[in-house]
């Protein structure tokens, strides 16, 4: 809503007052009472921003949002799989040093009952 200026030409009392484009102009004046009311010619024009500001992303499109979204969902997704990967080829290492000390263990074990 814009603010306009009001001016009494019986006592002089000067105020603002904030109204709708579509309200009526007022013509008595609060303080003494009188219809000497008269709006002030070239206000009524102030913008008020409320709020902590206005960056462009705050007017993105719904489809560009989507796509934002689905783009953060899908580089997550993808830095999960690729810790999982890296605990599963842990895991896999671990278990390949215990394989070749039991099929080293199991192939010594064949050489000593060949050798007797």
């Known amino acids: 809503?814009?603010?306009y200026d009001y001016l009494c030409d019986a006592c002089g009392h000067t105020f603002e007052m904030f109204q709708s484009f579509s309200a009526a102009e007022l013509t008595r004046c609060p303080k003494c009472g009188e219809e000497k009311l008269r709006r002030?010619?070239?206000t009524g024009a102030a913008l008020i921003f409320k709020g902590?500001?206005?960056y462009?992303?705050?007017y993105r499109s719904d489809s560009y949002k989507k796509a934002a979204e689905a783009e953060t969902k899908s580089s997550q997704t993808s830095s999960s799989?690729?810790?999982s990967a890296d605990s599963s080829?842990?895991?896999s290492a671990s278990g390949n040093s215990a394989k070749p000390a039991s099929s080293s263990s199991s192939s010594s074990s064949g050489?000593?009952?060949g050798s007797s």
């Open 1 to 3: 809503m814009p603010t």
């Open 40 to 42: 002030l010619f070239g």
């Open 52 to 54: 902590s500001g206005f």
């Open 56 to 58: 462009e992303t705050d």
């Open 81 to 83: 799989e690729s810790k």
């Open 89 to 91: 080829s842990a895991s």
């Open 111 to 113: 050489t000593n009952s």
